[in-house]
């Protein structure tokens, strides 16, 4: 009886390692036919290698323009808000355009009045980086990179 008992569990097992090979062999030969390499699975790729590629989305560039502005109008923002009918993706310079409107205070005060802004940053689709940052105001003036107006001469 203990005989009829060690070969079942023999050809149990026997029969559990052919149903595993077959699988594994179906998982490769899938990956193998769909064009997958092997190094898709390697997960100790160096960090060089890894941060070489990145794809940006509409909504990384939205997110690295409004950090710029932060940056640029440091608590200054009374409102801003994103042209969503202006702001695209341009496939002849592969970038995304971006248009901000945007109240800014005069200072960091936060005293009134604010002056309507319209900001322009272009991302590169690929790397998300911003590759270019305008700003201008309405016809009072223009508001320089230090957030300042700029003046003339005479401090006017």
Not at 15 to 24: D, H, K
Not at 72 to 82: E, G, K, P
């Amino acid at each position: 009886m203990r005989k009829k008992h060690r070969a079942s569990v023999l050809q149990g097992a026997v029969l559990g390692l052919a149903a595993f090979g077959l699988v594994m062999l179906s998982v490769g030969a899938t990956l193998y036919f769909s064009g997958v390499p092997l190094g898709e699975f390697d997960f100790n790729r160096d960090q060089a290698e890894q941060e070489r590629y990145r794809h940006s989305t509409m909504t990384d560039a939205r997110i690295h323009c409004e950090e710029r502005m932060q940056e640029s109008f440091v608590d200054r923002i009374r409102v801003m808000h994103v042209d969503k009918f202006s702001s695209r993706h341009d496939r002849s310079t592969n970038q995304f355009k971006i248009y901000i409107e945007a109240e800014i205070f005069k200072d960091s005060s936060r005293e009134p009045p604010v002056r309507e802004m319209f900001i322009s940053c272009f991302t590169n689709a690929e790397s998300g980086l911003i590759e270019l940052f305008q700003f201008a105001g309405d016809s009072e003036g223009q508001i320089g990179s230090d957030g300042e107006e700029p003046t003339n001469y005479f401090g006017l």
